[in-house]
């Protein structure tokens, strides 16, 4: 057992250093011999959510569960791998088993607003980000779903607020960026949404598939400039999810 848990500790640290697969190698090798394995099993399984094989990471999350059945992040993250696929009802009901063993889970208050946008209950959503402003005010992450929920519900003065107050508690928040560029594209401010777009693309470049809203943006203004560029960036991006 010693052995073992040197190679365990061994595979999480090399977790934490972001080599997804390999971590992922040395768990599953550790399940036969490693006796407690609830931890195991939810490691096993966030490599799958992190490589988005969201079946497997339900898989190993349920394996998970059934030996420790008050795991609040287990049920967490496989609410968050429900979401991925779609699933949106049965993961809040994994977020609010998540919250119930630990109410003030702020993850879990965040996730369940996501799923819940997802499913327009954009009141329910509103309620679950204000219990994470509760529970951490400074948190950017808030801030920009609020603003894409108001964004959806078309009350585009506050969500520009809420995408503002992204940006100043964050001022690398991509996603930030991304969504005040479609609000003020939307609202025919060109010129300000190019240049969020533009943000957005040098912090986090693969975000590939806001380069079509960056060209559309041009196109409005007759600007063709890096046209080839943008567009092969869109083409790489279909590749890639193909």
């Known amino acids: 057992m010693p052995d073992e848990n040197k190679i365990f500790k061994k595979a999480f640290k090399i977790h934490l250093e972001g080599k997804i697969k390999e971590a992922q190698k040395i768990y599953l090798k550790l399940i036969k011999k490693i006796e407690k394995k609830h931890d ?25 569960i059934d030996i420790k059945s008050n795991f609040a992040d287990a049920y967490n993250n496989r609410g968050i791998a429900l979401n991925k696929m779609k699933m949106y009802h049965e993961s809040i009901e994994d977020f609010n088993r998540a919250i119930k063993l630990k109410e003030n889970y702020f993850d879990a208050h965040l996730n369940k607003g996501i799923s819940l946008r997802n499913l327009k209950k954009y009141d329910e959503a509103i309620q679950s980000y204000q219990n994470c402003i509760k529970l951490k005010n400074h948190d950017a992450k808030i801030y920009n779903n609020l603003g894409n929920v108001f964004f959806e519900i078309n009350n585009y003065d506050k969500a520009l607020n809420f995408f503002d107050k992204a940006i100043e508690l964050d001022n690398n928040y991509a996603e930030a ?11 025919n401010h060109t010129e300000l949404a190019i240049k969020d777009f533009e943000k957005a693309v040098n912090i986090n470049d693969n975000f590939d598939f806001l380069y079509g809203h960056l060209i559309h943006a041009k196109m409005k203004i007759c600007d063709w400039k890096n046209y080839k560029f943008l567009n092969k960036k869109i083409v790489d991006g279909i590749q890639k999810r193909k």
């Open 40 to 64: 195991l099993f939810f490691l096993i399984a966030t490599t799958y959510l992190q490589t988005e094989d969201y079946k497997k990471a339900i898989n190993f999350f349920n394996k998970s």
């Open 177 to 187: 960026y991304y969504g005040r560029g479609k609000l003020l594209d939307q609202r």
